[in-house]
């Protein structure tokens, strides 16, 4: 299964369970899902995104897919905000801790992202098998909020993990999950049953932190003397680049040129060309492409 068709189908919902190994379509007892340790590596503000590993991050591709559901284990919770981070291949957490890895695009938070659940409570991400943290077996973490506020903080460990035996399996009740190989790596159901009444569920649709459409918005400030920032979003995967031309259609700079990740993102322009150079003081045309999108807005730089 391409990565890209797990994490739209993981929000999969019977056509990926209908060509799911059975091992995987054991459902776990219908109890609230146990909390375990926040632990000491958790950050605010992760991206929001499905692909947490940078493609050259070492170590085995891992999919994981799931529900978050009320106590009743039937009414799916929508707009519940999913949000794991774990360590790499070899058992070092990004931000805290100086990691050797393949995080090419120099991303502070490669292996760290946040999802919201869709109208069937279900979220999928795609990373690497975490290595080894010193004295534990190897695990996801978890931290899930949902619109009504409540807050659950686990994590996710593997039958197939030598590290895991069965007295850590009977003291982690519902966190052990199997894992199936397949062409892209190793795949995965983890549910969350959240201590929730499913009659206080709400319905109503909240707004998604990943834009509905890619925009490019006017940077602020404007005019500017110093330093501009410059927001935009994309809907999905792929190539953006963001350019600053003078008037005569003179190219000055490439502010981002590279595959990013869906959500929101904010940059900053300092004013200066290519080669480091301050520009003129004048007006300046900002160029947003992305897919088949062109953007652009004006910029007024005051030295």
Same mark, same amino acid.
């Given at each position: 299964m391409k990565r890209r068709n797990f994490i739209k189908t993981g929000l999969m919902g019977t056509a990926a369970i209908s060509m799911a190994p059975t091992a995987l379509l054991s459902r776990q007892d219908c109890n609230v899902t146990n909390n375990d340790i926040l632990g000491p590596y958790w950050a605010e503000n992760h991206p929001y995104r499905a692909i947490l590993a940078n493609i050259d991050e070492p170590g085995t591709r %891992?999919? @994981?897919?799931?529900?978050? !559901?009320?106590?009743?284990?039937?009414?799916? &919770?929508?707009?519940?905000?999913v949000d794991v981070w774990h360590a790499n291949d070899d058992g070092c957490y990004t931000i805290f801790q100086e990691c050797d890895s393949g995080n090419t695009d120099e991303d502070p938070y490669n292996l760290r992202g946040q999802m919201l659940t869709n109208e069937n409570g279900e979220y999928a991400f795609e990373s690497i098998w975490p290595g080894y943290y010193p004295g534990r077996p190897r695990?996801?973490? #978890? !931290? &899930? !909020?949902?619109?009504?506020?409540?807050? $659950? =903080?686990?994590?996710c460990y593997? $039958?197939?993990?030598?590290?895991?035996?069965?007295?850590? %399996?009977?003291?982690? $009740?519902?966190? =052990?999950?199997?894992?199936?190989?397949?062409?892209?790596?190793?795949?995965?159901?983890?549910? @969350? =049953?959240?201590?929730?009444?499913?009659?206080?569920?709400?319905?109503?649709?909240?707004?998604?932190? @990943?834009?509905?459409?890619? #925009? $490019?918005?006017?940077? #602020?400030? *404007?005019?500017?003397? *110093?330093?501009?920032? &410059?927001?935009?979003?994309?809907? !999905?995967l792929e190539y953006v680049s963001i350019s600053v031309y003078d008037v005569s259609g003179k190219w000055i700079i490439n502010i981002v040129d590279k595959k990013m990740l869906p959500g929101t993102h904010k940059l900053r322009w300092n004013g200066k060309n290519s080669l480091g150079n301050h520009v003129p003081s004048g007006n300046y045309l900002l160029v947003m492409r992305s897919g088949s999108l062109i953007r652009s807005r004006k910029i007024l730089y005051l030295k």
């Open positions: %891992i999919h @994981i897919a799931g529900t978050v !559901k009320a106590n009743d284990c039937e009414t799916p &919770i929508q707009n519940a905000i695990h996801f973490h #978890y !931290k &899930i !909020k949902t619109p009504e506020n409540l807050e $659950l =903080v686990t994590q593997f $039958l197939i993990d030598p590290e895991v035996d069965d007295s850590w %399996i009977a003291n982690h $009740l519902g966190l =052990v999950i199997p894992l199936e190989e397949g062409i892209d790596g190793l795949y995965g159901t983890f549910d @969350i =049953v959240m201590d929730e009444d499913g009659s206080q569920v709400s319905s109503d649709e909240h707004q998604s932190l @990943i834009p509905q459409e890619p #925009y $490019l918005k006017n940077n #602020y400030p *404007n005019p500017f003397n *110093n330093s501009t920032q &410059i927001e935009f979003g994309i809907t !999905k």
